[in-house]
Each structure stands twice: as C-alpha cells, then as structure tokens.
C-alpha cells in the first residue's frame, strides 16, 4: 500500500523499506518532560490508531512509560524497590516464591503493556489444572493483581488486566478444637518436657505459634494476673525475625487464668536453672520460651 497523505494535526507516517508504517509524536514522560516515540503498524491503519492512541493520552495529561518493561522485570522491580519496603518478611517471602515458581515461568517474557486479561486468565486455569489448590491459584492472582496495581499508579500501564479476572473462591472447612479429653491427654503427654507450659498457654489462651514464641517476660503480668501480645517470632530467608502482630486487633491483653499463672511461674524457674547452667552462653532475649528454642536460635534477636 503506498504512502498516503496525512491531514492536518494527523502527525507524520511514514512507510518503511520492509513494508511496515512507523510515526513520530511527542508524548509527556512519567518524569514530565516531552520525548520523541514511535509507533509500529504492519497497515497505515493500524499504525495510524496507535498514533491517535499515543496523542489522546499525551492530550489528557496521561504519561507513556519511557521503559518497555518484561513483566518479569517489572516483577522483579516491584519486590525489591517497593514491596520490599512495606510487606512483613513473612508475605514478601510468600510473594517472592509466587513470583519465581508461577509467574516469570509463564508470563515472565510477556510486556508489561502487552498483558491481557486472556493471559491471566490462561495462567490461572492451567495452574488449576495442574493440581493447585483453590486457595493458591487465588493467591498467585492477588500477588500479581497486587504488582499490577502497583504499575497502575506509577502510570506504566493503563489498567489492572488482573483486576479483570475472576477466581475461585475457597470452601474453607471450619476448624475444630480439642475436646476435654483431648487437651487433658495432650498435656499429660507433654507433662515430662519442657514444653509443658507452652501448650498450657496455647490450649487455654488460644496464642498462635509466633504468638507464643515472640512472648517476652516484659509482656508478662503475674502479680496482676494478664499478659499483653505485642510480638510474633516469625522465620523468614532463613533468620528468626521478631515482628509487631499484623493488626491493631492482634496487639491484646488477656487475663490470665490460675493454670496458666502457674505454668508460667513454673517456666519462670525452670528457665533460671537453665540460665545459670548456660553461664556467659545464655543469650539473654527475655523470650518466655527461649529454652523451647534453643539459647543458640535465639542469639541477636
């Protein structure tokens, strides 16, 4: 097809050797400054709608990225620039596994522009088929409807394709609590150890694990019969980290029934046995239940 004439304000297109049309246009950067781009169309047609594409949002005030980001680039960028930065070491530890195990196999060559909804939609079924659970397929979306978002606001794309995509909601079983009996035989099973008092707390205040591990005698009230929950002790690359609990709900002062001011006076003595055993070795982190985890794993926290 011969190069045809444009009209005025259309903008220059121009045939190229190998058959193909490109045009020029200068469009407003995320930075704010102007910069000469290209568009690329096998037909005058095709080329001539990226260009009125290129021009209305430069006229609405909407930047073009200067960048032509691989999504797995981006995803790489957005885990170590930004979620790094405000995700717990638990979640971006979870995120990172996404990102590298499902997301730059599949996707990862794809431009970040270039994203549809199809490919998402692709991408999680053909996880589901795999075998995958209802509850991981939702949450390889939500990491990348999360990094997408993310690419939105910094004005590298127009829209959250993810966002577009519907997944499976998970049939959660709802759980079911020790009975008496139950509770009864698993103390006595733990009666000889030193673990006694921990399942004494969990059994009758209900702690999660990280709960219970990050407990600091600083937290504990036994002459006024409460403890405060202030601290999770999480393992993230490979480190215990001591982390503040996810929601302003999880921080809470609970009191203390008498078994449990019991099994922790109890702990409080075994533990100063074992700190006058340990000598200049005991690393002190006034964790209730250091001992539970070793003086060794707990130095520097």
């Keep these: 097809m011969p190069s ?3 009209a005025n304000g259309e903008g220059t297109i121009v045939r190229r050797k190998d058959g193909r ?3 020029a246009y200068y469009v407003l950067t995320p930075e704010g400054t102007r910069e000469r781009r290209f568009v690329y169309g096998k037909t005058w047609d095709e080329c001539h709608d990226k260009l009125t594409e290129m021009k209305a949002k ?6 073009l990225a200067v960048k032509a980001w691989k999504l797995g680039d981006y995803l790489h960028h957005w885990l170590t620039e930004i979620a790094g930065s405000r995700l717990r070491p638990t979640t971006l530890a979870g995120y990172e596994t996404v990102v590298r195990v499902h997301l730059v196999p599949a996707l990862g ?3 970040l522009a270039r994203l549809t909804p199809q490919d998402v939609r692709r991408l ?3 996880k589901r088929a795999s075998g995958l659970s209802v509850r991981m397929v939702q949450y390889i979306h939500a990491v990348l ?3 997408l978002q993310t690419a939105v606001r910094e004005e590298l794309i127009a829209r959250n394709v993810a966002k577009l995509v519907q997944v499976e909601t998970p049939d959660y079983a709802v759980g079911q609590g020790l009975t008496l009996v139950q509770a009864r035989r698993l103390l006595d099973t733990v009666q000889p150890t030193r673990w006694r008092s921990l399942y004494v707390l969990a059994l009758m205040l209900g702690l999660r ?3 219970l591990l990050g407990l600091q005698w600083s937290d504990v009230d036994l002459e006024g019969g409460r403890l405060t929950v202030r601290h999770n002790l999480v393992r993230a690359a490979g480190t215990l980290q001591m982390n503040s609990p996810k929601t302003r709900r999880s921080r809470r002062t609970l009191p203390l029934p008498a078994p449990v001011v019991a099994a922790l006076k109890e702990q409080r003595t075994r533990q100063a046995k074992e700190r006058l055993k340990a000598g200049s070795s005991w690393a002190d982190n006034d964790l209730v239940f250091a001992t539970a985890l070793g003086t060794r794993s707990n130095r520097g926290i």
């Design 21 to 23: 049309y490109h045009a």
């Design 209 to 211: 694990r990280g709960e």
């Design 58 to 63: 430069t006229a609405q005030g909407i930047p």
């Design 145 to 147: 409807r999360n990094a």
């Design 124 to 126: 999680l079924a053909a």
């Design 4 to 6: 045809r004439r444009r």
């Design 109 to 111: 060559t794809k431009p």
